[in-house]
Nanobody, 122 residues
Framework: QVQLVESGGGLVQAGGSLRLSCRASGRTFRTYAMGWFRQAAGKEREFVSA????????RYADSVKGRFTISRDNAKNTVYLQMNSLKPEDTAVYYC???????????????WGQGTQVTVSS
């Protein structure tokens, strides 16, 4: 069993930055691919980014490519999402997920955090 806790969300002006963190419990964290997803009000959950267990493979949605960076520190059981040049359309609840193959399909992930709200004002 893996428990995930996100932090780092908040309110930021357009063009600003935030760094989300997702801390995992359990000693098997380093064996899991990790993903970030987001869900805006009234919309379906969408893929944002994913990273392989060792960090060597990273994927991004086209909408965030060049602005967001995913990373992980297996010694700290933590995955990060650095978000730069934020736009109002990035406003959503952001979720981290574990145990998937590192792809973009939510159903491939077994464990989810509770989410953290990111609001970008114009």
């Amino acid at each position: 069993q893996v428990q995930l806790v996100e932090s780092g969300g908040g309110l930021v002006q357009a063009g600003g930055s935030l760094r989300l963190s997702c801390r995992a419990s359990g000693r098997t964290f380093r064996t899991y691919a990790m993903g970030w997803f987001r869900q805006a009000a009234g919309k379906e959950r969408e893929f944002v980014s994913a990273i392989s267990w060792g960090g060597g493979s990273r994927r991004y949605a086209d909408s965030v490519k060049g602005r967001f960076t995913i990373s992980r520190d297996n010694a700290k059981n933590t995955v990060y999402l650095q978000m730069n040049s934020l736009k109002p359309e990035d406003t959503a609840v952001y979720y981290c997920a574990a145990s998937g193959p590192g792809g973009g399909i939510p159903e491939e992930y077994d464990y989810w955090g509770q989410g953290t709200q990111v609001t970008v004002s114009s």
